[in-house]
Structures are given as structure tokens and as C-alpha cells.
């Protein structure tokens, strides 16, 4: 059940400004930006929100993201904002919203997703469906990915109308569904069936943002491409018979452990796409103690595997953001084969989750596959393609770049700011497909309470998000929407 209380009077955590002060330093920067009043209202505004909203399951499948639009709808409606609630299906509904400007600018996409993947609660600390607010976090499945996003973006809106900011073109904000299950009933549905409502020129998303700390600095992230996906299955056929007498069938489950074992450890000649270059050259200027190996790395890219191994050693962080961005990758994710404990199947399949560079393309990477099985009984294999989305990229000499870049500087002075190709995929690929830029950029330093990277609980056990990165990001969110768009 939601909480029923008014944000006036919700204050999750008792401060001063002094405390705030003391519990956001890297805020200081933005008094003038922000006023500590401000800060303050976006702290206790932002918690709630997010607390809330987390409380409504989306997961996807099934998602029903509708109960969640609807209540973002009536919560914006609260503020004079005119939303739209779009369907694919029954339940799967998708918000839009837009502040008006005077066209002489392009128009801004603030994009997010409903939905969210499964939590299993035995596993949790807390119930992943509480939006438990404790510790100075916000716990709950969807907090990173992506709500938390969501509930910036939604902040960073309220606050271009509250302050009255003359826009020079429309800031438009759609919270879709069905991004975890490919966004063809959400991002895609929309920009196929009403591209007028929801297309712009650039678009914010998520997928970058995130900080990669260096020995003296952090560099923020923005995404500028990501891998394309191709999901598959692959059937293995044979013939049953009676478990107790293993010679006289042909065992499908033993081919496919033949497939499993030839794909699932598949490693893919090491290419450095356009973006992945330009992030190791900016690292390796950002920090002259990576110089050696990333030179190495980038002249020789066949010898990745031994010089990302010598980097584990003395930067982790930096060879763990490397490593799945510089080869096409196999994963196996689902298996399913037999009907009785003493029958020997006849038929065993499993799915398989393939990412692909920018520049190679999916219908390449499955005849690839099926070369690689040809010593596995191919003749005994069928496939069946899932999914399919091809790579995608946007340029990084651009005004929004540019903006953000400052921006960062300006909050972070020292700071570096370095492009980034996203392994997963995003809802930003339909709308480049449309000739959008789009940036994965959803501010957030890091946070080392826990010892571990925060992006790192997404899609994982105990996800959560710091009330101090929710204030973060709302606050950078705005002022880069606000210099770009004025």
C-alpha cells in the first residue's frame, strides 16, 4: 500500500543546514546554483517520491506500469502538468509530459522506464517493494534501474516550472514501459505509433553519469553508444528412452552441454570501437600512471587479456569498466530440458544473451554462432532468434555534451569527464534509430559506505540509492537542462 502523507510534511531525515551542509559537501559548490533552502526541499521531496513510487511493483513481466503512470500523472497534475498515460496493452501504459518553450532551441528528452526486473524477497535485507528509506538510502528494486532516474528527472521539471526558467525549446518527459524486455511495448510503441509526442532532437537516459574513481579524481561517465543485443535460443534434438539404459538414446541434454560449453565460453577478438578508444585515451590523459597500459592495450588490442590482468592489479575499477567493452560476449540464461526423472530427453534448449559491438551486426554474430557449433551436431540443432537490436552511437561533439562537461567541472572542479560505450542496451537505440543524440547520463558519485560500486546493485540483491546521489542528481540534472535549454 503507498504511503498517504503530503510532501510538506515528510521529512525522512531530521536536518539542519548545517547537517546538510556536513552530510552533502560536494554540494557546497552549488549554493549559488541552488540555494540551501532549495537543497533542502529537494532532499525531502525527491526521498519521499522515490520511496513511493518504488512501493508500486512493476516488474516486468508483467510490468502493469499503468498504477505507476497514473500516479506519476497525478502527481505532476498537482503542479499544473497536462500528462498523457499511452497504452501498448492493457496495463502497459507509459506517461508523457512536456514544458513548452519558444522553439528556438531544439527540443530535450528527459526519458526514463517504469518498469522493473524481478526481486526475490527471501534474498533482500529488506522487502524490495518497501522503498524503506534508511541508512541515508533508499532501498528497494528499481532505485538505480531506473526510478531513481525517473525521480530526478521528474525533480529537475518541477523545478524549470517553479522557477519560471524561459526555455528556448520544449523539455519533454516520457517514463515508458517495458524497457527490461526490449521497450517494443514502450520507447518503441510510442516513436512508432506517435512519434509527435515524444520525439526531440536530444534525449537524456540512462546508462551513464556514474563515477570512475581514479587515484587523485572521479571521472563521470556519459554514454555515447551501446552494444546492439541479439537474444536467441538453440533447441538440441535426440531421441528418449529409458534412463537406466543410457546407450540406446541420444541424450539431448549432452549436446546441449556441447553447446554450452562451446558458446558459454566463447572469448571474441578484442576491437575497440570509436568510443571505447576515446575512453581509454581520456583516462590515460585524466591519470599518466594508466598511460603504459592502456598504450599497450590500444596498440596492441589482441593482448588485452594480459594487460587488463596486470591493470586488475593496481586499478580494478578501471580494468572491471574494460573488460566487457572490447569483445562481442555469449552469456547463457536460461536452460530447460527433460519431463521425468527416468526418461532420457529427446529435447533440451537454452537461451543465450549475445552483445554486439558497434560496428559488427547481429545477423553476423548468429551465423558466427552456428559456425562454432558445427563440431557440436549442428544438424541436430535448431535456433530461434528472441530479440534482435542492432548497436548504436551518438556523436560527443555536441552543445548537451559540452554542457554537461561544464556542469560536472563546475560541481567537481578537477573532475574528468570521459564518453563511454554502455555494455547492456537502452531505450536510447529507437530514438537514434529516429536521428535523436542520445546520452546515458543519470548523475551519481560514488558511494563506498558499502564497499562496493553502486551501479553495481543493479538488477541485483538490496538495490538502493543514497539520498545524497538522489540530491546529486537532481540538483545536476537541472542546472544542465537549465544552461542548455535557456
Known sequence: MLAQCEYSTINPLQFSEETLRAQLPFLNLMVQMLPIQTQKEIQQEV?????????????????????????????????GFRCEIIESAPQRGSLVTRLKGSGEKPRLLLLSHLDVVAANPAEWTVDPF????????????????MKGMTAIEVMALKMLKR???????????????????????GADYLLRNCPEKVFAEYVLNEGGGSTVPLHDKNLFTINVAEKGLLWFKVKAKGF??????????????????????????????PQLAPAVKQFLQEIAREDSTLQPHITRLIETPEQSDSVLAELEKTSPDIAAEIRPRIRMTITPTMIHGGVKENIIPSECEA?????????????????????LLKGAGLEKLTFETIQIQEPSESPADTPLYQTITEVLKDVEPGCGVVPLLMPGGTDSRFFRRMGSVCYG?????SENRYGEKATRREHGIDERISVENLVFGASVLYETVKRFMT
Open 240 to 269: 528418449p528412452g529409458h534412463g537406466s539404459v543410457p546407450s540406446a538414446a541420444d541424450n539431448a541434454i549432452m549436446r546441449m552441454n556441447k553447446v554450452l560449453d562451446c558458446l558459454g565460453n566463447y572469448r571474441g577478438k
Open 47 to 79: 526521498t519521499s517520491f522515490l520511496s513511493e513510487l518504488i512501493q508500486i511493483d512493476t516488474t516486468n513481466p508483467p510490468g502493469n506500469e499503468t498504477k505507476a503512470a497514473t500516479w506519476l500523472a497525478e502527481n505532476l497534475a498537482a503542479e
Open 351 to 371: 537461451v543465450f544473451d549475445c552483445r554486439v559491438l558497434p560496428g559488427q551486426s547481429t545477423a553476423e554474430a548468429l551465423e558466427f554462432a552456428k559456425n
Open 130 to 145: 518497501s522503498g524503506a528509506v534508511k541508512d541515508g538510502y533508499v532501498w528497494g528494486r528499481g532505485t538505480l534501474d
Open 163 to 185: 522557477n519560471g526558467v524561459k526555455l528556448k525549446g520544449d523539455v519533454i518527459l516520457a517514463a515508458t514501459a517495458d524497457e527490461e524486455m526490449g521497450g517494443i511495448g
Open 441 to 445: 547520463f543519470h548523475p551519481l558519485r
